[in-house]
């Protein structure tokens, strides 16, 4: 079993009761935790999580914790936000350690910003304790760097999510060569998205890869262009979470691949 570092700077402590922590909990794989998420997650008193957040990491939590499953799916929110945040603030008055578990990183498209105002109005206590975002873990367990000097100088990450049925995103802005785009949330958007991308510069056979539940042992890639994509993911029958890369940088995946097949 791991040996945690001594607890020997302000925010190394063991986690204090009264107080909420929002963890990220990484994009799968449990190795990708951090040592602040391991130390707070094994310590908590009540657990309030997200249906990304894999069962290998669960196990890692105080087994004695009170689980409290806030399962958010497109479309499907089990808690809606303003009661979510309404409920952290009422566990935090019962005097427990709360641990906010997200998938990923709790500030990117996790809706962490909105969760830690709440907190912030009540006068409660918390910590945030930052997480491998999915771009960050899936890119590098595909074997897609996110920027290289010869491809792109840039990485935008945007949500795919379609609100009343499109994708409302900066088009002219994606559509640029030397840039990665990393779209979350894009699956049901996918043949929008690429033909947004076409229409607004980028070429045909423009590069990009979707990633299906990356990091973990179900990690599945399809690669293709901006034209060829949509009909090769349906094809292979993806299902979230997927994470789509747009860019040149999906061409390095055939040199250096190393975790699928292993
Ligand atoms: N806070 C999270 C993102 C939450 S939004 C983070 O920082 O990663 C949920 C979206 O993240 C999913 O729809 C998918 O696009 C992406 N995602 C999260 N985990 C993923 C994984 N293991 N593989 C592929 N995509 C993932």
Redesign the pocket.
């Known amino acids: 079993m791991l040996t945690l570092p001594p607890p020997d700077l302000p925010n190394r402590g063991a986690p204090v009761p009264g107080a909420v922590y929002l963890v990220?909990a990484g994009?799968?794989d449990p190795e990708l935790l951090t040592l602040r998420a391991l130390r707070i997650i094994a310590a908590a008193d009540v657990l309030v999580y997200d249906q990304?957040v894999s069962a290998e990491i669960l196990a890692l939590v105080n087994p004695a914790a009170e689980r409290i499953y806030a399962g958010k799916q497109?479309g499907n929110h089990a808690v809606p936000q303003d009661d979510l945040n309404q409920l952290l603030v009422n566990l935090a008055r019962t005097n427990r350690r709360i641990v906010r578990l997200?998938?990923?990183?709790?500030?990117?498209?996790?809706r962490?910003g909105e969760e830690v105002e709440t907190l912030r109005e009540n006068g409660i206590p918390f910590e945030v304790v930052p997480?491998?975002?999915?771009?960050a873990?899936?890119a590098a367990y595909a074997g897609i760097p996110l920027t290289h000097r010869n491809y792109a100088q840039a990485c935008v990450f945007v949500?795919?999510h379609l609100k009343d049925g499109s994708m409302n995103l900066d088009w002219p802005g994606l559509a640029r060569r030397r840039q990665t785009v990393i779209?979350?949330?894009?699956?049901s958007g996918l043949s929008y998205l690429c033909a947004q991308l076409i229409a607004h510069g980028l070429p045909a056979d423009w590069p990009a890869a979707i990633?299906?539940?990356?990091?973990?042992p179900k990690?599945r890639t399809v690669t293709g262009t901006l034209e060829t994509l949509p009909g090769l993911a349906e094809a292979a029958g993806l299902k979230?979470?997927?994470?789509?890369i747009v860019g040149e940088v999906v061409r390095l995946r055939d040199k250096l691949t190393w975790f699928e097949g292993r």
């Open positions: 990220g994009p799968g990304l497109r997200k998938g990923g990183d709790p500030y990117t498209f996790g962490g997480g491998v975002t999915a771009a873990g899936v949500t795919g779209i979350y949330m894009g699956l990633v299906q539940q990356g990091t973990t990690q979230a979470p997927t994470l789509i």
